[in-house]
Nanobody
Framework: QVQLQESGGGSVQAGGSLRLSCKAL????????MGWFRQSPGKEREGVAVIDPDGSVRYTDPVKGRFTASKDNAEKTLYLQMDALKPEDTAMYYCAADLRNYGAMYYLGRPQDMNFWGTGTLVTISP
């Protein structure tokens, strides 16, 4: 029902910036939950930022003040602007979506409840 295509990953030095994009391919209305999650080797997948259908955004504490998530409903595209990047931000970043609406904070802590996933884009931050 929803296909997700991420782009924008890459390698930068600490302190640098990257912008991730996620295009949702669907015939459905653009007003559904979308979010960014990440997973580094040996760790569980964790929520980074999730946007409610009404546009409310929730962030995980380690990225607050550095990352900004936004959504263009007309283009059905989710973005993640990442500034002041740190080596610990290195991970595979995934875009995800869910057609239900349990609230951004709910999904931030429960990535397993997001129903649709992209294939991921790698972000590598060097010291």
């Amino acid at each position: 029902q929803v296909q997700l295509q991420e782009s924008g990953g890459g390698s930068v030095q600490a302190g640098g910036s990257l912008r991730l994009s996620c295009k949702a391919l669907t015939s459905k209305s653009p007003y559904f939950t979308m979010g960014w999650f990440r997973q580094s080797p040996g760790k569980e997948r964790e929520g980074v930022a999730v946007i409610d259908p009404d546009g409310s955004v929730r962030y995980t504490d380690p990225v607050k003040g550095r990352f900004t998530a936004s959504k263009d409903n007309a283009e059905k595209t989710l973005y993640l602007q990442m500034d002041a990047l740190k080596p610990e931000d290195t991970a595979m970043y995934y875009c995800a979506a869910d057609l239900r609406n349990y609230g951004a904070m709910y999904y931030l802590g429960r990535p397993q409840d997001m129903n649709f996933w992209g294939t991921g884009t790698l972000v590598t931050i060097s010291p």
